[in-house]
C-alpha cells in the first residue's frame, strides 16, 4: 500500500512539473522579466542610414536656436561638425547653413572617399 502511494505521488509531482514546463513558469525569473518583450532587431543598410540622417537632423534643429530652419555661424558653434567645416558647407557663402546644405556635403564627402 506504501508503494502504491509513493507511486501516485511521484506521477502526481511528474505531471505538475510537466505542466508547469509546458506553461513555461519559472518560479527563479522575476515576474517582470517573464513576458518582456522581444529586442528590435539591429538596423541595418538603408534602415541604418535613415536613423543617422534622423538623429543628425534632430541634432540640427536642436543648435537651430532662433528655429529659421538654418545655422548661422554662432549656432554652429552648438554643433560642433557644423562649426569645424561651416565654410565648406556654406558653399553659397551666405553665412548660414540649411540642412539641405548639411547633407549635400556629406554626400560629397562620401563620393570623394569612394
Do not use: C, H, W
Not at 506553461?23 to 539591429?42: F, H, K, S, Y
Not at 537632423?57 to 549656432?75: I, P, T, W
Not at 567645416?85 to 564627402?109: C, H, M, P, W
Request: aromatic share 8%; no cysteine; proline share 3%.
Amino acid at each position: 500500500m506504501k508503494t502504491m502511494n509513493l507511486f501516485f505521488v511521484l506521477v502526481s509531482a511528474a505531471g505538475a512539473a510537466a505542466a508547469q514546463a509546458q506553461i513555461g513558469v519559472d518560479g527563479q525569473v522575476p515576474a517582470a522579466l517573464r513576458n518582456r518583450q522581444a529586442e528590435p532587431p539591429v538596423a541595418t543598410g538603408a534602415a541604418l542610414r535613415a536613423q543617422a540622417l534622423a538623429k543628425l537632423e534632430k541634432q540640427f534643429r536642436a543648435a537651430d536656436v532662433d528655429g529659421n530652419g538654418s545655422l548661422s555661424l554662432e549656432e554652429a558653434k552648438g554643433f560642433g561638425f557644423v562649426a569645424r567645416n561651416f565654410e565648406a558647407i556654406d558653399t553659397a557663402g551666405r553665412g548660414a547653413v540649411s540642412f539641405d546644405d548639411l547633407r549635400t556635403y556629406l554626400a560629397q564627402k562620401k563620393a570623394d572617399r569612394r
